[in-house]
């Protein structure tokens, strides 16, 4: 497979009824890229704040929720991979030197925004790939774990370590790692605040797979690409719901659904006729 450096990765250039892609801006903290060639279909959102090692801060958040919304609506995107453009870390976690600036209310009002950040990860209408080559920490393993799949390098660290600063997890931990990984665990990982590596990761069942981190840095990255040429000749998530809902519609009027319904009701097998 190819390597793409930042100088060898192409812009979007939208279609499919998307928005303009406008130029980044100079000192953009988060871009939304192409992997070129045989790789097309595949975007990535590569996170750029090396100063504040990826830290969630205002401008960060911002253009991230930018880039999801031009990701939203572009149909030749099929799979998007969050790639961090920093060396040795996905994402820090929230910004504390910009939330000790913020009175009470703005600490509540940007932890909801926070919140509504995962969700829209979350909600994007194709898979995403989490490529975490680096610390993934605090929001920054809310982030990943708000994507569909995680790939990481064997000597990155994860954590949610909010308890460690007085804190606890706001943007979605709670909820997404013991559904990962089991409520015990999940509660264990939560109250101590422990910090695991990639091969913990995968034998806890937090990620889907570790590889052996490369000289240059990103064998997370180069896995999580060919995780998702595999996924690329699969339906997309959009299509495959109006197919179901398709062949739903089809199962309404049938008998055999009735006779399932009334089986229920009244506590007895169904009895099926295939019609």
């Not at 995107?77 to 976690?93: D, L």
């Not at 390098?153 to 706001?170: C, F, V, W, Y």
């Not at 690409?225 to 197919?243: F, H, N, R, Y």
């Amino acid at each position: 497979m190819m390597r793409l450096g930042r100088a060898g990765r192409e812009l979007l250039r939208w279609g499919g009824g998307g928005p303009p892609a406008a130029a980044p801006r100079r000192g953009a903290e988060v871009l939304v890229g192409a992997a070129g060639g045989e790789s097309s279909g595949i975007a990535e959102i590569l996170m750029n704040r090396p100063h504040a090692r990826n830290s969630l801060g205002k401008v960060f958040v911002n253009e991230l929720f930018s880039a999801l919304e031009r990701l939203r609506f572009d149909e030749k995107v099929r799979v998007v991979v969050f790639k961090s453009e920093v060396k040795g870390v996905f994402c820090a976690g929230a910004d504390l030197k910009e939330r000790a600036e913020m009175d009470d209310a703005e600490v509540g009002h940007f932890v909801k925004r926070l919140r509504n950040l995962m969700d829209e990860i979350a909600a994007l209408p194709v898979p995403t790939i989490a490529a975490i080559d680096g610390y993934a920490l605090g929001g920054g393993l809310e982030l990943a774990l708000a994507c569909d799949l995680r790939v990481a390098a064997s000597s990155a660290k994860m954590g949610l370590i909010e308890t460690t600063r007085g804190l606890l997890p706001g943007a979605g931990g709670t909820q997404r790692l013991p559904r990962c990984v089991g409520i015990g665990l999940a509660k264990e990982l939560i109250f101590t605040g422990r910090q695991i590596d990639g091969q913990q990761a995968l034998s806890m069942g937090l990620v889907n797979h570790t590889v052996p981190q490369n000289s240059e840095g990103d064998a997370a990255y180069q896995r999580a690409l060919t995780l998702a040429k595999e996924i690329l000749p699969q339906v997309d998530i959009a299509s495959g719901m109006a197919i179901e809902g398709m062949c739903y519609a089809q199962n309404i009027p049938t008998r055999d659904r009735q006779e399932g319904m009334a089986a229920f009701r009244e506590k007895r097998p169904p009895q099926f006729i295939g019609k």
